[in-house]
């Protein structure tokens, strides 16, 4: 089975905080992941993508894998109210398979 | 440069009616994609295209024909539409495969009564 999980929230944090966001997948074969931002009503777009162990930084969000635990996750440093959004865990099986997103709330 | 765009934004169909959904690039991207999002389930794949002239089924292709007119234009067709198709269809192109960062036009509301 090819799956993604992900926790569906919501998640709210005070402005300032950091978000964390986490991902789960099925196939130890995977080898490529990304995370993608979606607000309310409009398309996804890319945040970050990942393809090795370790931490990935851009800017405020950095993306964590740990291909051993089978885990993905997203950090959002200095929580903005604009980053209020659904983010959406997308990992490549051979085809893209997303989780159904974790709803995040940014409270000024 | 407008990227992916998408027509119609909104359509409501009767059972058993058909259509098609237009998807256009300007990116010179090589694969297209067409994926349905339902609420509390994510996006799924329907169906690829690698590149012109080839297609291929993704995760839901049940219900849905594609056509790969030429680089930049990738139509879904739904021959004859039932209310479980009622979603948000979002098209989207890489420049590379399926392990290339995606981007995504605005998306189709449709609801089939």
């Known amino acids: 089975q090819k799956e993604v999980e992900q926790n569906s929230g919501p998640l709210s944090v005070p402005e300032g905080a950091i978000a964390s966001l986490n991902c789960t997948y099925s196939?130890?074969?995977?080898?490529?992941f990304f995370w993608y931002r979606q607000y309310s009503g409009k398309s996804p777009e890319l945040i970050m993508s990942i393809y090795s162990n370790g931490d990935k930084e851009d800017g405020r969000f950095t993306a964590q894998l740990n291909k051993a635990s089978q885990y993905v996750s997203l950090l959002i440093r200095d929580s903005q109210p604009s980053d209020s959004a659904t983010y959406l865990c997308?990992?490549?099986?051979?085809?893209?398979?997303f989780g159904a997103g974790t709803r995040l709330t940014v409270k000024p | 440069n407008a990227g992916v765009t998408q027509t119609p934004k909104f359509q409501v169909l009767k059972t058993g009616q058909s259509m098609t959904l237009q998807c256009a690039q300007d990116?010179?991207?090589?694969?297209m994609y067409w994926y349905r999002q339902d609420p509390g389930m994510g996006l799924r794949l329907i169906y690829y295209s690698a590149s012109e002239g080839t297609t291929d089924k993704g995760e839901v292709p049940n219900g849905y024909n594609v056509s790969r007119l030429n680089k930049r234009e990738f139509s879904l067709r739904l021959e004859s539409a039932a209310p479980s198709q009622t979603s948000v269809y979002f098209c989207a192109s890489s420049f590379g495969d399926l392990l290339d960062t995606q981007y995504f036009g605005p998306g189709t509301r449709l609801t089939v009564l």
């Open positions: 997308a990992v490549n099986y051979g085809d893209m398979r």
């Open positions: 990116m010179n991207h090589n694969s």
């Open positions: 196939d130890r074969g995977s080898q490529s």
